[in-house]
């Protein structure tokens, strides 16, 4: 009778080996968790083209550094134009697209010069003279927006509204802005930044 329990054990064992099939044992590795962690997931290192994340004990407290340089350049790279209400100036960051770039050509030759008039108590527009490149979408401004309407027209906020426009800047510091565009019509002089 022992022997047949024993058959009938030995028969088991290889039943439960062959179905289980061969499972591969995860081995401890130098770049892997230890042996004695109690974890059984398989190391993975960072692909090769992903830079590696600085920690606080990588770099200290300028870990994060090399990321702000990068950012800083971005803006430092941004274009700038200056928007001239009477004797206030503010300077506006320029969107990157086709307007902008020949918005700021325009400025590069000689300073842009449009007479502006109220409009619903929340914009000021005036022609540009000239067409610039459409790439319209409907959007909803805010104050210091600057955009191109119907292609040959320029609109300066100092409230917000809802339509089909072409962003072409925003105003950097909107200390004042309302205040210089004032009620009515004004002259708005565009120039390239330096």
Not at 94 to 115: C, K, Y
Request: hydrophobic share 35%; net charge negative.
């Amino acid at each position: 009778m022992k022997r047949i329990r024993l058959a009938f054990a030995a028969v088991l064992l290889v039943i439960c080996v062959s179905a289980c099939g061969t499972a591969e044992i995860p081995r401890p590795t130098d770049a892997g968790p230890s042996a004695d962690s109690g974890l059984h997931e398989t190391y993975v290192p960072p692909k090769e083209s992903e830079p590696p994340i600085p920690t606080a004990q990588q770099g200290g407290e300028n870990a994060a550094e090399p990321y702000e340089t990068a950012n800083e350049t971005e803006q430092d790279t941004a274009m700038k134009m200056n928007v001239q209400v009477g004797d206030k100036t503010f300077t506006a960051t320029l969107e990157d697209n086709a307007a902008a770039r020949e918005f700021i050509g325009l400025m590069q030759e000689s300073p842009v010069s449009i007479e502006m008039s109220d409009y619903s108590g929340f914009e000021k527009v005036g022609p540009l003279g000239r067409s610039l490149t459409e790439d319209n979408s409907r959007i909803t401004t805010d104050a210091g927006d600057i955009v191109l309407y119907n292609g040959d027209q320029i609109v300066i906020f100092y409230g917000s509204n809802s339509w089909s426009y072409t962003r072409l800047g925003h105003i950097d510091d909107l200390t004042g802005w309302e205040d210089a565009l004032g009620s009515g019509s004004v002259t708005v002089i565009f120039s390239a930044a330096e």
